[in-house]
């Protein structure tokens, strides 16, 4: 290793060391945490089935960077890439759309055997896969329903699509050896003051009843509910709100999901990990960057993600909290996103762990506020950098923007070669 790296992290160690902090062990437990990259990302949420669908259910990804995967093994290829830069060993989080398959299958017909290569991949890379049904970019959403829907016959469509995800889920996690969440998010809702708002919602929780009714090993599979506040053309109401999903989860002991984009502009997800703790068996997390909306940006290492890591980290939540990923943005280098994205999630969970939170609790208690603030805002210019840039080092990534110049050369040798 590079000597510089070297002499700065003895000197940053020395220093969190006066302040209690063992760098040498946070870096151990660091090793440990999990993100779950999305592999939409690499391919603008297009999928595999039915391509020639557009994209609806009310999200949207601008920008016509080339270079997105077209097929199942331009995406590994991708996400192969992308992992070579980032510390750590993380998992897959994939969408149903994303089956590896010659056979025309519907999405109330999916089976295990589909996604068959994902796994044999996960396996030789030593990756977990999570998965999601795709309750979106069908025929049979286009109206804006899926689970909810008033039709018995389009929701049964939509019930028998979630179930048979869930036996994908049970597989992949049977198979690797590691927990599986299976994330539920569906579109439905209303562009307009509806006059009814309770009779979707009544139907919403018996079709997730059934979805749910067969009983899965936990050690393989865990089940998520993700609400949102409102989407393109559901501006007014969705049937799977936040109250609804928080009730459903915590009364049904389903994960609940928290999209850093699925709240109100000033509502901040961070703030709800502690509350929900109390009472949630698990909890998953779609990190996300909204931007006056649910924007979907590459996530930045701005103030709520360091919130975000300060409260998985403090509240002691890593064992309880799943961490997704969930961005696309087609405006930039796609395996560029997913490197800076799923960097600076890790970094802000080893900032949090760099933190002098005994210090900082007692100030608290004392209410010694002057202290609190003081040795926060001086804990910001300390070599936090010093200390990533040994985690890479030590992990065989590249160091700072180095990894650059890969995705650079990635993209000159392979993503422009692909043409549209
Ligand atoms: C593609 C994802 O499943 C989707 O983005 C969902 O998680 C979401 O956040 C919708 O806004
Ligand atoms: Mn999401």
Redesign the pocket.
Known sequence: MNSEIEKSYEAAKRLYASHGIDTDSVLEKLKNVKISM?C?QGDD?RGFLNRDQDLT???SVTGNYPGAARTPAELRADLEKAFSLIPGKHKVNL?AIYADTEEKVELDKIEPKHYESWVEWAKEHGLGLDF?PTCFSHEKSSDGFTLSHPDPAIRQFWIDHCKASRKVGAYFGEQLGQTCVT?V?I?DGFKDVPSDRLAPRRRLKDALDEVFAEELDPRHHLDAV?S?LF?LGSEAYVVGSHEFYMGYGLQKGKLICL?A??FHPTEVISNKLSALSLFADGILL?V?RPMRW?S?HVVTLDDELLEIGKELVHGDLLGKTYIGL?F?DGSINRVAAWVIGTRNTIKSLLRAMLEPIEALRQAELAGDYTTRLALTEEFKSYPFGAVWDYYCATSGVPVREEWLAEVKGYERDVLLKRGG
């Open positions: 999305h939409w949420v259910g009310g999200i969408h999601n994330n998010w579109p993700e949102k989407g999209d984009g699925h779609h996300s649910d979907d969930d696309f």
